[in-house]
């Protein structure tokens, strides 16, 4: 089975600018969890979705949304890019909701 | 203080010794996970447990629910163990809850 996707892998943005983030999980997977890596905070859950529902979310402001689709792929936006929004995003997929979990490489957000 | 504490920061060990990696926590729980984290990034999900001990090659995870702890153990460590070990917590709607993660360096 291929493993989890996460595209792009590197993103350089401003402030004020949105970033949308994609991940496609392994086939047959429908839940899909998405975390924030940083030095200073380590990794946070944003959120979890499971066959196109948002079903937990993490304490992050507004500003993370994120959504599924019929396939399970799944995108996460962060709007009004703030310079603490640069981090290691990191999406991953289980066939149940926190079940074993497959982990993406990442993308890896600068924000300038 | 932190929901999940993992003990030690970090490690340095040689090769070939006994490595214990703990992990407390102080919330209720359905399952604990360890992960490890190699330079650069990646993620692997090592063990996913909610009672007992699990076995993998040279890694064992054991968890006691009663005291809120687990602990990773690699027997015969080599060089290539040296990554990031995260121990997380699983508590329903609140998503997977992380430790700061240990540093573990294994020298030849």
């Known amino acids: 089975k291929a493993g989890v996707t996460q595209t792009p892998r590197y993103l350089i943005k401003t402030r004020g600018q949105q970033v949308t983030l994609s991940c496609s999980p392994i086939s047959g997977h429908r839940s899909v969890s998405w975390y924030q890596q940083t030095p200073g905070q380590g990794l946070q859950f944003l959120f979890e979705y499971f066959s196109e529902t948002q079903r937990n979310k993490g304490n992050f402001p507004g500003r993370f949304s994120g959504r599924q689709f019929s396939n399970s792929r799944s995108e996460m936006n962060v709007s009004t890019l703030e310079l603490g929004d640069s981090a290691l995003y990191l999406c991953?997929?289980?066939?149940?909701?926190?079940?074993?979990?497959?982990f993406g490489p990442g993308t890896r957000l600068t924000v300038l | 203080k932190n929901e999940v504490e993992q003990s030690p920061q970090n490690l340095t060990a040689q090769e070939g010794e006994f490595i214990t990696i703990n992990c407390s926590y102080s919330?209720?729980?359905?399952?604990l996970h360890w992960l490890q984290q190699h330079p650069g990034g990646g993620i692997v999900s090592l063990f996913m447990?909610?009672?007992g001990k699990k076995k993998h090659g040279r890694l064992i995870a054991t968890i006691n629910i009663q005291e809120k702890h687990s602990s990773l153990h690699i027997t015969a460590s080599h060089p290539r163990d040296s990554a990031v070990y995260i121990c997380a917590v699983n508590r329903g709607a609140d998503g997977l809850t992380f430790g700061k993660g240990t540093h573990l360096i294994i020298q030849p």
């Open positions: 991953a997929s289980s066939g149940q909701s926190y079940n074993e979990q497959f």
């Open positions: 919330v209720g729980i359905s399952a």
């Open positions: 447990l909610s009672s």
